[in-house]
């Protein structure tokens, strides 16, 4: 109390006493008044000899203890300069090794003294220790270095025990943080000081947390270990919040001896891996051969579990920090330790291991030529895949939940660091790093899809785990966090169809309720960017265009994932996405890529849900996809695609268009609504004369866009050739009625467009356009109307095909398709059909071939004369045709 009157006396001091009493460790600030006497080492050594002669009176030791924790903390204008605090820390430190060594520390001195150092190290400025004689420095680090083991070992001891007053975890505490503060300071102190002291502390911690023989936990002093374990245990909270502030020093230390601490935690994990693994098979042994599971000894395996709890927990936070709200970056002593040993290693060995957690990491050759960083995290893989492996040999209860939820803790730690990660945020970067997790890496995606699997193996083995399924869930919100869009689309595509496979109908419910606390976050994000006032203004900042772009790829993986099980649920969260991306389309009507996205959005969910929607559902998607049609038109209307050496991408929205308008028209010839109930009755209500929109006028009005814009140029592009045919001839299958009625310049298009894709294009795009005709010709033979563009158009096509059939080669393929479209063109028109073969017939000059030909012909006809659009005669003439083709093939055909 003698140096808390000190301060300032009077009413001060009697305010700082009180504050004294509350904490026991108030710093001293006494005014210069006091100089003299406080720098007086005579004063010093006279509380050092008190506390020597009082220190077995537990009371009063404590007492003289905080007189000396407050002269270590002693700060400000006593001192006149900075060589008075070198000399004053100086004899404080010799003053404090001459105290302890030689002395066996009381168990009411642990924390005293853990105050002292702590306040030495933290209140006086890293110049006053580096300028300590390097001698008397090393001494005070070896002092700190022993008796931070021996506290660590005192307060294991006591955690066993479960004493109420645990007096050496709470020292050892305190000197784990004063660690904490010199190594984060260790620029300021010579190069490599702290490697074996951070060593030494490291092993003793591991070495306490091992069970024995490698290891000392829950052994007391006469070598009995604790039979109370599982009971205070479950009193406890988590261990990796319990103990996260020891955590995050041993972690730091880690970091500071990674050469040693990074292969000592693998190899350490990975031994118990092999031996949880080879465990667990005896173990099945044992119940398969027992008719008592009850009399099984589970020491073995308990012991291993918490060896791996605390290697994992150990591991975690050495290799990544929890940074709350800031980016996580690789921590700088690890990206350091894995660059400094790239040169010895071999990449593909190390991606191997990685790759390969169903084996073990040293039956692999040229195992020791691995990234140590990688290696520690392909022996967490390993215990993952270790367990899961058990669950599916029905030995869940076998395993510990806690060593699950452990993984999913560090998993989620570490990706958060680690995956994809972005090597413009690094002044220097590990190539096996960046080779094994950056974006864009197959290492990197193998493992997000590893990970998926785990979760969703997680979610439905581990369900009634509520602790283990949040933090598996937490694993999942990080990884859809990821913003880099490659990875969006498959993640979610995983998500949705793991959960949905191999459940019954309750777990299928309980995992989309888990989904939904993944996806709500997703959209709540989405719709909170795109909300805000200034977005307009915010919108082609890099960051925020790849938040957009890494949300329309997730949305493009749900819809990927659509089966019939799974429909209801993702059907009604993508629509309340697709009007938001609508707007998207104005605001980013001069960014291709993501205009490319927003359309390619429609395009899956058209793809894989329109065949499962009823009527009511179906007319939602119509009515969003005109809209989405209506906005891309009057944003492209003053756009020319008239560059012949452009590139195919260019034109990527153009393919995207047209292979929505065809998805659309998918509807009407795949479709499972009706058979399959999968809506029930949520499209009752909604008669079918009320509706607004049919699919009819959304692929029209598309038609509308897309012909004017395709070009002979663009038809040279294959994908785009290909799929603006199959559109057109979708069209003519399922709406002959519409042709008639498009406006001339569209129909001539259109018209021009089949003979184009007939005379000049690749035979798959001839084929297509033979199969188009037929139903137009059917068309025109149902209105029976004459010297309309389309008879006339028909008539024209008649001449096309026969020349086709009769002087040009083709496939067998080509003469079906041919065939068709010639049986349904004659009927139409069977008086230009007759001239056709006159006029070829007086052409021949030869008359065998006149005669072959002749005979030929009539025999073609003679099943179907007259012609007529009947089913069985259109048989009989493709039979004929046949042999038609088979007598006079070649005979006329055009060298």
């Not at 010093?44 to 030791?61: G, N, P, Q």
């Not at 784990?176 to 620029?187: A, F, G, I, P, R």
């Not at 890099?542 to 493009?556: D, M, R, S």
Request: charged share 20%.
């Amino acid at each position: 109390m003698l140096l808390l009157a000190l301060t300032d006396g009077g009413s001060l001091g009697r305010h700082y006493i009180a504050m004294f009493e509350a904490t026991q460790n108030v710093m001293l600030k006494p005014t210069e008044t006091w100089r003299e006497a406080l720098l007086d080492t005579r004063v010093m050594d006279l509380f050092f000899t008190v506390h020597r002669k009082i220190r077995e009176d537990s009371d009063m030791a404590q007492d003289s203890l905080q007189c000396l924790a407050q002269l270590a903390s002693m700060h400000g204008p006593v001192f006149p300069d900075e060589g008075a605090q070198v000399s004053y820390l100086a004899h404080l430190v010799e003053g404090l090794l001459s105290m302890i060594n030689g002395i066996e520390i009381e168990d009411s001195e642990a924390m005293g003294i853990s105050n002292i150092i702590s306040n030495l190290i933290t209140m006086f400025p890293r110049t006053c220790l580096t300028a300590l004689p390097s001698d008397l420095f090393t001494s005070f680090i070896n002092c700190l270095t022993l008796l931070t083991c021996s506290f660590g070992r005192s307060a294991a001891l006591e955690e066993v025990l479960d004493k109420d007053d645990m007096v050496y975890m709470e020292a050892y505490d305190k000197l784990l943080e004063s660690w904490l503060t010199l190594v984060q300071d260790e620029e300021h102190f010579p190069r490599g000081c702290f490697v074996q002291p951070a060593i030494q502390v490291f092993n003793s911690y591991i070495q306490c947390h091992l069970a024995a023989p490698d290891g000392t936990r829950n052994l007391s002093v006469n070598g009995i270990s604790s039979h109370e374990e599982e009971e205070i245990n479950e009193l406890q909270e988590d261990d990796r919040e319990l103990f996260c502030d020891q955590l995050s020093s041993i972690g730091m230390l880690g970091r500071v001896a990674a050469d040693h601490c990074i292969p000592l935690l693998t190899n350490l994990l990975e031994d118990r891996v092999t031996r949880l693994h080879g465990q667990l098979q005896r173990t099945q042994q044992h119940l398969m051969a027992t008719s008592d599971p009850e009399s099984m000894d589970r020491k073995v395996l308990d012991d291993l579990y918490e060896d791996i709890h605390w290697l994992i927990l150990v591991s975690g936070y050495v290799l990544a920090d929890d940074c709350q709200g800031e980016t996580p970056l690789i921590p700088s002593e690890v990206m350091e330790f894995s660059i400094k040993h790239s040169t010895e290693v071999d990449i593909n060995t190390t991606l191997q291991i990685l790759g390969s957690p169903g084996e073990k990491a040293s039956s692999i050759p040229g195992c020791n030529r691995t990234d140590s960083v990688i290696r520690l995290l392909s022996a967490v893989l390993r215990t993952s895949e270790v367990e899961s492996r058990a669950t599916r040999a029905s030995l869940t209860g076998l395993l510990s939940p806690q060593m699950g939820k452990d993984i999913m803790w560090f998993l989620r730690r570490w990706a958060k660091t680690y995956l994809l990660v972005d090597e413009k945020l690094y002044e220097q970067i590990s190539i096996p790093l960046i080779t094994a997790f950056g974006a864009d890496t197959e290492g990197a995606q193998w493992i997000v899809g590893y990970l998926l699997e785990k979760v969703i193996n997680n979610l439905s083995v581990w369900s009634s785990e509520p602790g283990l399924a949040n933090d598996t869930v937490e694993l999942l919100v990080t990884l859809v966090e990821k913003r880099e869009s490659p990875v969006q689309r498959t993640l979610m595509k995983a998500l949705v169809l793991g959960g949905f496979a191999h459940m019954d109908s309750d777990a299928k419910q309980q995992y989309w309720a888990e989904i939904k606390e993944v996806l709500h976050p997703l959209q709540q994000r989405f719709l909170n960017l795109i909300n805000q006032e200034n977005f307009a203004q915010i919108s082609q900042q890099e960051a925020v265009k790849q938040e957009i772009i890494a949300t329309l790829e997730a949305l493009c993986g749900i819809a990927e994932a659509t089966q019939i099980d799974n429909v209801v649920q993702l059907f009604s969260f993508l629509m309340d996405f697709l009007s938001s991306c609508i707007g998207l389309m104005e605001v980013y009507s001069n960014t291709p890529e993501t205009i490319n996205l927003i359309i390619e959005v429609f395009v899956e969910v058209a793809h894989k849900q329109i065949c499962y929607l009823g009527e009511a559902k179906c007319m939602k998607l119509y009515e969003a996809c005109l809209t989405l049609l209506q906005v891309y038109a009057k944003n492209n209307q003053n756009r020319k695609r008239c560059d012949a050496g452009a590139e195919e991408e260019q034109y990527q929205d153009l393919l995207l268009i047209m292979e929505l308008l065809t998805n659309l028209l998918s509807k009407e010839f795949i479709d499972f609504s009706d058979t399959d109930e999968v809506f029930r009755n949520q499209d009752q209500g909604t008669p079918a004369s009320s509706r607004p929109v049919s699919a009819a006028d959304v692929v029209l009005y598309g038609v509308n866009i897309v012909l004017p814009l395709m070009s002979q140029d663009l038809l040279k592009f294959p994908s785009l050739c290909n799929q603006y045919y199959k559109l057109i001839t979708f069209i003519c299958e399922i709406f002959p009625e519409k042709i008639p009625q498009l406006p001339e310049e569209l129909f001539k298009s259109l018209m021009f467009s089949l003979e184009l894709g007939m005379t000049s294009m690749s035979s798959e795009v001839s084929q297509l356009c033979l199969e188009a005709l037929s139903p137009l010709a059917e068309q025109c033979a149902k209105n029976q109307e004459k010297d309309t563009p389309l008879f006339i158009a028909t008539r024209h096509f008649l001449k096309l095909v026969f020349d086709m059939l009769v002087l040009q080669k083709h496939n067998t393929e080509m003469t079906v398709a041919a065939g068709e479209a010639l049986y349904t063109l004659v009927c139409l028109h069977q008086a230009e059909y007759s001239e056709l073969v006159e006029a070829l017939l007086s052409s021949q000059r030869d008359a065998v071939i006149y005669q072959r030909l002749a005979d030929a012909f009539n025999k073609l006809t003679a099943s179907s004369s007259p012609p007529t659009m009947d089913r069985k005669q259109k048989v009989a003439f493709l039979k004929s045709l046949e042999e038609f083709v088979s007598n006079v093939g070649g005979l006329l055909c055009v060298k």
